[in-house]
């Protein structure tokens, strides 16, 4: 690891100031999890870290009559303990059980979840963001089974890694964000995620300086839940994983949402799928159909075929989870 200047501001009024200051490539520090060992392996080299650990106004739940609002620095493991997200948001909580560490869950934070790198294979081992050796695609030409099925007509084809994205989505929930001028600004969840054309560009929409600093979500009684599949139990990212969310309407779903997980360089919203459950009583052969609608514009590479079945299935598992 390179050496590098550590910071822990107070307030976030410091943490910013810091974060536009410093004289090279600058990193912000929330769990831990994913940045120290991006930096051991040398994908990251930053000439400044600066941890968000000490900032109390970055942290807690905050549940009012009409929004739930989540501090960035809130640990995934509190969140899925606190009383009120379990009751209302259950696809959230699942997707924080399947991460099956302790330990993880207790350092992970919510902001740190959604802002970090992919686990591509070939990113990992210094080939770049688009796993390129001498302007091939290693990709295209290797071992591509946990790569993208959807959005991988450009040269991104890592997955979307976050727990927390696709039921965020689902959820409809808001991401605030803090500027280097101290002004606020507000993104949809669906929005924040970006699909990077080169090397140089973000993974997500904050701009130099910008912190995210709480999630709110509306407070609204849906019916939501989160299936994934894994190839085990123990820590180990999902191969696919469906979020669901809808509005129960006498019966008959409404404002229906279906996000697939680790299928594409960004969580993966299918409008289409979910239109076909709009006005209809949930069973059986209703989630098995949007399952097929969903995969029906997959893309799979040469050896990740499989996720189109997997991703079918996860829909239709979610979405009889949800309606009970």
């Not at 979405?319 to 009970?324: F, S, V």
């Amino acid at each position: 690891m390179n050496a590098f200047e550590y910071a822990q501001p107070a307030t976030l009024d410091e943490a910013q100031a810091l974060l536009t200051s410093a004289s090279g490539p600058v990193a912000v520090l929330a769990g831990g999890t994913d940045l120290l060992t991006a930096m051991k392996q040398g994908i990251v080299n930053p000439a400044r870290v600066v941890s968000l650990k000490s900032i109390e106004e970055l942290r807690g739940i905050e549940v009012s009559s009409d929004a739930v609002r989540i501090g960035a620095m809130t640990t995934l493991s509190e969140l899925a303990a606190h009383p009120d997200v379990a009751r209302l948001y259950p696809c959230l909580v699942t997707a924080i059980k399947g991460i099956g560490s302790p330990q993880i869950a207790n350092m992970g934070t919510v902001g740190g979840d959604l802002c970090q790198h992919p686990r591509c294979w070939y990113y990992r081992n210094g080939f770049g963001l688009f796993g390129m050796n001498n302007g091939a695609s290693l990709v295209l030409e290797g071992d591509n089974r946990y790569h993208a099925i959807f959005g991988n007509d450009g040269p991104a084809k890592f997955v979307n890694v976050s727990s927390l994205a696709p039921g965020l989505i689902a959820l409809d929930a808001t991401f605030n964000v803090r500027g280097a001028d101290k002004q606020m600004r507000d993104i949809p969840a669906a929005d924040f995620f970006k699909t990077p054309s080169a090397p140089e560009e973000s993974l997500t929409s904050l701009a130099a300086g910008e912190v995210l600093t709480h999630i709110t979500i509306p407070a609204a009684q849906t019916r939501n839940a989160t299936y994934e599949v894994r190839e085990r139990h123990g820590l180990d990212w999902p191969l696919v994983t469906a979020s669901v969310a809808y509005t129960d309407a006498g019966g008959s779903a409404q404002n229906v949402r279906v996000v697939l997980g680790h299928v594409a360089p960004t969580p993966w919203v299918v409008d289409a799928a979910a239109k076909t459950l709009e006005g209809k009583a949930i069973d059986e052969a209703a989630a098995a159909a949007c399952g097929t609608s969903a995969v029906a514009d997959a893309k799979p590479l040469s050896m990740n075929g499989y996720k189109v079945q997997l991703a079918k299935v996860a829909v239709k598992r979610a979405l009889l989870a949800a309606a009970g």
